[in-house]
């Protein structure tokens, strides 16, 4: 029989995690306890990340109670769509389920995605390796793997197609160059936030 240790606690006048994100306010965040249900499926093991909008669990990311989610929900919904014999298509991290939640007040609804959990990301995988670098072989492996996703969001997927046409990227023209504002693409939006992914 193991006996449980009780968790170690943090004093009060040190700030961690989310705390530490400038526009932080813990009303906006739904307050998920480990080994807590949701929608009578989804049992939390585990805190993953967070991050302004988000916190991410073990394949379940509850959004904040004032972000709007519609963006990732449209990626993800377009990329089930999608049939494509590319080899990315298969890397393709589905949306599993998504639903909404109260809080116990309820004054505040929560929109909940579970995805499968994925796998080690860089930031966790450089510190295994020998000298903390990534060696030129996984520096490629890895470029390779990024410009084979962004070819297949372009050309199966359709997600960079007409973006400049629909919605212009605001720019500022000078006599020898032109500088360009960052567009946020549904895929970009995702990517800016993958941390909480």
Avoid at 4 to 12: G, I, K, V, W
Avoid at 106 to 117: D, F, G, K, M, S
Avoid at 143 to 158: P, Q, S, V, Y
Wanted: hydrophobic share 40%.
């Amino acid at each position: 029989m193991s006996m449980s240790r009780a968790p170690f606690t943090l004093q009060h006048p040190f700030l961690i995690e989310e705390e530490l994100i400038p526009t932080y306010n813990p009303t906006k965040f739904y307050l998920v306890h480990i080994g807590e249900v949701f929608n009578n499926r989804y049992q939390v093991v585990g805190k993953l990340g967070y991050g302004s909008n988000a916190t991410q669990y073990v394949a379940l990311k509850v959004y904040t109670g004032s972000a709007s989610i519609n963006k990732e929900l449209e990626v993800c919904t377009h990329f089930s769509t999608v049939q494509s014999d590319h080899a990315v298509q298969s890397c393709l991290r589905p949306l599993g389920d998504h639903f909404e939640i109260k809080d116990p007040g309820e004054h505040n609804i929560y929109t909940c995605l579970v995805h499968r959990p994925l796998g080690i990301s860089l930031d966790e995988l450089i510190p295994l390796l020998p000298d903390k670098v990534m060696n030129s072989e996984i520096v490629r492996m890895t470029i390779r793997n990024i410009l084979a996703a962004l070819d297949f969001l372009h050309t199966e997927a359709g997600l960079f197609e007409d973006a400049e046409f629909q919605e212009p990227i605001p720019r500022k023209t000078l006599p020898d160059r032109t500088i360009y504002n960052l567009y946020l693409t549904p895929i970009a939006y995702l990517v800016r936030n993958a941390r909480a992914v």
